[in-house]
């Protein structure tokens, strides 16, 4: 018997609750726009319509696999940040709305210069960092990023999300454990960024089955204290950085005491550890001295 989309909608919602899917409904309602190829705003338009036999196949393998605990962004492939749509796919982190903050402070360092900076992303994933900087400074067209990742996978998706937004020849995609492949000799940026890797190896089994089971975990666990790439962001970004240049990266929420024990006051001047919406300790900005 034909089944609406509403109907549908309904009963998904329904099983993905039984099964411990947060907001279910919304999901649901994602689900089946991704089924029918179209956004949610068509969802909800036409709740009457009846869906065919294929799509309503396509809706319950969609459902089935969220169920089972893969991110909905995954089964989607796309996910927004600040704005732009990224695709995303189980070889890189999905970008997250703190992840915003970075953008944020990096844009109120950057906007005031009388130059066209050259950036650095540090573990660049799906590329949603440096292709949203890039894409935000309009002010400055000449303007350049590289984009640093070990893994070649990762690489592929933030090459098609840069050609995607139209910033792919502003950007030179290098695969490199942090800074290995660059000669510092060459290597000068006016700002460096990242969203390291900063889960605890013992934290790893608690996290949601969405993250432990089906995120990147390269892109998650750093070492013992969380911080191991953190300590090589702090040990060996000041090479590639000009004097009075930044390095801004992401932590953990319990993380800032440490940093702010293993920085090198020599080095480095520690201009902000920035709150994020939930008041959580999560933007380290530092210029080179």
Known sequence: MPTSIAEAILQAAHDMRKAGVPE???????????AL??????????????????????????????MK???????????EFFGLEFEVNSDVLIPRPETELLIETALKLTTSLDFAPLLC??????????????HELRQFPDSRAAAIDISESAMAVARRNATRH????????????????????????????????????????DLQREVRDFEPRLALEAG??????????????????????????????DQSADVS???DRNSWKLLDIHKDLQGIPRTVALQKL
Do not use: W
């Not at 949610?40 to 969609?62: G, K, N, P, Q």
């Not at 992303?121 to 890039?134: E, K, P, Q």
């Not at 960024?193 to 790893?204: L, R």
């Open 261 to 263: 024990e293993m920085l």
């Open 166 to 205: 139209g910033v792919a020849e502003r950007i030179d995609f290098i695969v490199s454990d942090c800074f290995a492949e660059l000669d510092p000799n060459v290597a000068q940026f006016d700002l460096i960024v990242s969203n390291p890797p900063y889960v605890k190896a013992d934290a790893m089994a």
């Open 224 to 253: 013992a204290d969380g911080l191991s790439v953190v300590r090589r962001l702090l040990e060996e970004a000041g090479g590639f950085l000009k004097t009075g240049g930044h390095l801004l990266f992401e932590i953990g929420f």
């Open 37 to 66: 190829g179209q956004d949610r705003s068509f969802v909800l338009a036409h709740a009457d319509d009846l869906i065919t036999t294929d799509e309503e196949r396509h809706f319950r393998e969609y459902l089935q696999a969220r």
């Open 69 to 79: 605990g893969k991110p909905l962004q995954y089964i989607t492939g796309r996910q």
């Open 121 to 134: 992303d540090v573990g660049t994933g799906s590329g949603c960092i440096a292709i949203t900087l890039l």
């Open 24 to 34: 279910a409904r919304r999901e649901a309602g994602s689900l089946m726009g991704h």
